[in-house]
Structures are given as structure tokens and as C-alpha cells.
């Protein structure tokens, strides 16, 4: 699924969460490094391609659930870094990686011209109305 | 990770989400399946051996991940069958995942008797907490 190098990426959203103001929400620092992570990638009619040629593949795609947990524990490092504390830590991580995972399968999937940070926007939106028990995100 | 056979888990926390009562949040009512999963679960010293050598071996751990993802997948179809739409029915089914992979890893590394179904709760009010942005829990 992720087009960087593994180790790239890591080092941009470990870097973007220690970069962000410390009043910041934890939560918050991660989509905005992931939302970084999004924007940097070059989005083009291949990269669409080669990314759902991976969802395709099942091979791939355990290769890339590996990844995404390297990627959470990189994440949860990161946020650790800022004192934020387990088990907050990880949740934080992993569940900012399931947003990222759901937005980044729509983006793919998606016929408009949005961009992949917008759907991470919406997808930590909606993750937030979930755990409200809200049926749809709140209004922006 | 997960020591009941995939397909009898999946089946147990499917059928325990469609037997929720139809105003249960969907969040909710996946965890309330987890926690039966949980509760379901002989409790013994050969079972946290298990759970923890299979932490500590990659290629098990790898193997759970994907039994983790089919998880995922077959909880984000039971709350489609009760009209959850997506995306927040991957959401809410990936983040509860998310919420039963830290209780668990938690629950096997503790050393005090409290059971399975009291860490996925917490690790539930945990969730809850960071994504509203608070640092810690709500009052039960």
C-alpha cells in the first residue's frame, strides 16, 4: 500500500510529530505528520495504479500490514518522545494508522481529483465521531 | 496473537454484533463482541505462555496480523448487516481491532488476575480519551 521507503516515511512522521507545537493533541500531531507524509507523495495516475495493484495482490498486502505496524510503532516512539505515556501512546499510533489505512483505500478508489491529506482529514473525522458515538462526523 | 481458531472468533464476535440491541453505538457493540470473545477464553498460565511466545516469534506475529485484518473484515461486515455505512464501518471495526490488539498485549503482560474483558474496556475509555483530545480517561 505505502510508496515511500518504509524507513523514510517513518523518519518523516516521527520528525513531523516532534516538530509539532507541544499544546498539540496527540492524536492531532499524528494526522497532521500523516497528512504531511500524504501530501509529499507524487500523485499521479501511476502511483493509483501501482497502489491498487497491491490491494490486489494478497502477497503484497501482508507485506504492507507489516509495514503499517512497523509505521505505528515508529508513531508511538514518536509521540513517547513527548511524553506521552502508554497505553495512550500506542492507541494513538495505531489507531491514526487505521485512519491513514481507510483513507488512504479510498483515495485510491476515488474518481475526484481530492487529495490523499484531504481524505485523512475526513477519515480522523470520522474515527472521532465513532468513539462519540456519533453516527457521522461532526460538522467542520 | 489470537489463540481461538480465526474462524470461530470471527463467527462469535459476528453473531455478537448482530445480536446487539439496534440503539447500541457501533463502537460500542463491537467491543461488548471482543469482550465475549475475551470473557470465552480459558484463562490459564499456558494460555498467557502461548500468547506471549507467539509475541515474541516474527513469523507468528505476522501470521497474526493477517488473522488480525480478516478480523477487522468480518466485523466491518457484521455492523454493514445492521446498517452501519462505511466508512464508518471500517473505522469502527479497525479501531475496536486496534483497542483489542493493546488490551490484549496489556493483558498478558500483567501480572495482577484481572481478566481479558476489563483490559479491552479500558483500552475502550483509552480510546474514547484520545481521540476527544483528553490525556486521559473519563471517569468511568
Known amino acids: 500500500m505505502l510508496f515511500w521507503g518504509a524507513r523514510s516515511l517513518q523518519d518523516l ?3 513531523t510529530i516532534a516538530a509539532a507545537p507541544e499544546s ?3 492524536l492531532e500531531a ?3 505528520a500523516l497528512e504531511a507524509a500524504g501530501a509529499c507523495s507524487r500523485s499521479g495516475a501511476n502511483l493509483r495504479c ?5 490491494l490486489l495482490q494478497p502477497e503484497l498486502q501482508e507485506r504492507e500490514l ?3 505496524a512497523s509505521l505505528a510503532a515508529a508513531t508511538a516512539a514518536a509521540l513517547r518522545q513527548r511524553g506521552v505515556s502508554d497505553p495512550a501512546a500506542t492507541l494513538t499510533a495505531e489507531a491514526a494508522i487505521v485512519v491513514f489505512k481507510v483513507a488512504f483505500e479510498r483515495w485510491i478508489n476515488d474518481t475526484s481529483q481530492r487529495a490523499l491529506p484531504q481524505f485523512i ?5 470520522e474515527l ?3 468513539t462519540a ?3 457521522s462526523p461532526a460538522p467542520a
Open 30 to 32: 499524528v494526522a497532521a
Open 133 to 135: 458515538g456519533r453516527r
Open 24 to 26: 498539540t493533541p496527540p
Open 13 to 15: 512522521v516521527a520528525s
Open 66 to 68: 507489516i509495514k503499517l
Open 50 to 54: 501501482s497502489a491498487r495493484r497491491s
Open 121 to 125: 482529514r475526513d477519515s480522523l473525522e
Open 128 to 130: 472521532k465521531a465513532v
